[in-house]
C-alpha cells in the first residue's frame, strides 16, 4: 500500500508541517477508503499562524492598499476558483461525499460572492455628522478590525469558509481558518489560491486538525480581534462564552429545525418536490434542511405520498455518479448519529413510513436512507432536536394560527418555508415566523447579495449582503476644531 498524501498548513503563504510531526487521517465517506494524512494542529501551529496573520495585517501591502485595488484583489480570487472549479468540486465530493453535480452548481455560484464583495470593497465608508458648532468636523470611519478567525464545518466547507473569508478581506482583515478535521483538503486548497491571487503571505493562513486543540486554541488566542463560526448550537454557545469575557465579537451560524408549512391552497406537487429538496438534498446535511413539515389536514394524504413516492425513488449511491442523487454521510459517527435518532423516534411512538435502515450504498459507505417519519408530535426529540440527516418529520395542522404555533413551538429560528397561492397569507405568515430566512413558494434559495441570519438558538450575527461588513469593521469617531480660536470656556462641553 502506497504512503498517503500529506497535508499540512498554509501560513504565510507556505505549506507548514504539524509542529508536533502529528497527522490524522481523512477517508472518503462513500467508500471509507483514505484519502490523504491532514496536519494535526495544536496551540503552537495557532501561535505561528496568528503571527503570520497579524504581520501581514499591519503590513504596508495590505494596510495601504486603496480599497478599490483590495477590490480587484477578490475578484482574481473568484476568477481563479471559476478556473479551478472541477478539481475543487472532485476534492470536495471525495471528502464529504456530496454529489458530484451539486458541487458543481455550488462552484458555479461561489466566484459571485468574491465578485460581489470586490465591488463592496470601495463601498465601505462613514459619514460626516452635522454638528452644531460649524467650526468642529465630526466624521465616522469603519476600520478593519484585525486578525479574524474562522472556524468551518464539513458540510459545506467551500461555501461556508467563503461567507466569512470574502467579506472579512472585503473589509481589510487577516484571517486564520480552522476547518473541520473531516473536511481539511478544499480549504487548504481555497488558501493557496489566494496566495495565486495575489494577496500578501499571511493575509489568509489555514491550520488543520480538531476543535479540542486548533479550534479552542484560535478561540482563546488573546489576538485574535472576532471569531466566526459554523457548527452545532452547543459548541456556537461555547464559542460565544469564550470570547465574551474577553469583549470579543463573534458571529455565530448554528442549527436549525426548520418547518415547511404546506398550506390547503398550495401547488401540492410543487410543494412536495420543495419539501423533497428541502430536506433529502445533501443527505439533509445542512443547517437550513426542512426537517419538520406541517401540512393543512384536508392536504396532508395527498402531500404525503407525493413525498414518500419521490423519496422511495431517489436514487443513493456513488456521489461521482451523474445518476446518484444521495451521497453518504460524512462520516461514521454522523451516520450512527442518525440511525440513533430514528430508532429514538420509533421509541417515542413515531412511524417510519419509508427508510429508517442504515446501508453501505453498495460502496462500503455511510449511508442512511431517505425516512419519512409520521405519527409525529411536537414534543417528540425527533421533531425538537436537529438530527442533520436524511429523516423528516410530517405531521398535520388544522389552522393557520396552529401552523404558525407549531412552527415556532422550537428553540431554533434558522429557516422556513411557506407554501401557499394566497399572498396575503405569505405575507402575514412570513411575518409572524420566528425565522431569519422566510422562503414562499420556494426552498434553499440563496444568493450573496441577500444577507442571512439565525433566530434564538440559530445564532448571532449577519452573513451575506450588505449588512456583514458591519460584522467585519469598527466604527470610529472623529472630532476636527477647525477653528485656530482659543477656548474660551475650558469646562464647557462644544458640540
Known sequence: MSELRKLNHLIGGEPVEPASGRYFESTNPATRHPLYEAARGDAAD???????????????????????????????LGDLIAENAEELARMETLDNGKLLREMRGQLAGLPEYYYYYAGLADKIQGDVIPASDRRVLNYTAREPLGVVGAITPWNSPLTLTTSKLAPALCAGNTVVVKPSEYTSATVVRLAELVVEAGFPPGAVNVVTGFGAEAGQALVDHRGIAKISFTGSTSTGSRIASATAGRFVG?????????????????????????VVAGIFAAAGQTCIAGSRVLAHRSVYDELLELVSA???RIRMGDPLDE???????????????????????????????????????GLGGYFYEPTVLVDVHNDMRVVREEIFGPVLAVMPFDTEEEAVRLANDTEFGLAAGVWTSGLARAHRVATRLEAGTVWVNTYRAMS???PRQGFKSSGVGVEHGTETIKEYTRLKSVWINTSEEPVSDPFVLRS
Do not use: C, H
Open 250 to 274: 463573534s458571529t455565530l451560524e448554528l442549527g436549525g429545525k426548520s418547518p415547511n408549512i404546506v398550506f390547503e391552497d398550495a401547488n401540492i406537487p410543487n410543494a412536495a418536490m420543495g
Open 323 to 361: 445518476t446518484t442523487e444521495i451521497g453518504p454521510l460524512a462520516f461514521e459517527d454522523q451516520r450512527d448519529k442518525v440511525a440513533g435518532y430514528v430508532d429514538l423516534g420509533r421509541s417515542e411512538g413515531a412511524r417510519v413510513l419509508i427508510g429508517g435502515r442504515s446501508s453501505d450504498g
Open 448 to 450: 450573496p447579495m441577500s
Open 46 to 76: 495557532v501561535e505561528r499562524a496568528m503571527v503570520s496573520a497579524r504581520q501581514a495585517f499591519e503590513d504596508p501591502r495590505w494596510r495601504d492598499l486603496s480599497q478599490t485595488k483590495r477590490g480587484r484583489l477578490l475578484r482574481r
Open 310 to 312: 419521490r423519496a422511495e
